[in-house]
């Protein structure tokens, strides 16, 4: 995972390089949570670019790091989402407090 963090706007990147299943979920996680305590971001961006694939464990992780934002005040969202990944947010109704922005 590569991160970018903007100190002017407060904007933390989270550039997800690897498929995120039950194997990988828990490194992304100790790893974002690190990112997000130590800079208190006021809007956390998931970057999919690198994800080709995703299952469930990759949900609940999203999620998790969605809470712990809010909490803090921040604001997330999801850029560059492939569409078998976008197809697996649809499904799991993420996208209703996640938002997918274009990255334009």
């Not at 997800?16 to 961006?45: F, M, N, S």
């Not at 809470?67 to 078998?84: D, E, H, R, T």
Request: aromatic share 6%.
């Amino acid at each position: 995972m590569k991160v970018k963090y903007d100190t002017l706007d407060k904007l933390l990147v989270l550039e997800l390089t690897e498929e995120i299943d039950h194997h990988t979920t828990e490194k992304i996680r100790r790893r974002a949570d690190y990112e997000i305590q130590r800079h208190i971001p006021r809007k956390t961006i998931f970057d999919f670019s690198g994800v080709t694939f995703m299952d469930s464990a990759g949900i609940g992780m999203v999620i998790g790091r969605y809470k712990v934002i809010s909490m803090l005040g921040g604001k997330v969202a999801m850029i560059n989402v492939k569409p078998n990944v976008r197809k697996i947010f649809e499904m799991s109704g993420i996208l209703k407090i996640i938002p997918i922005e274009d990255c334009a």
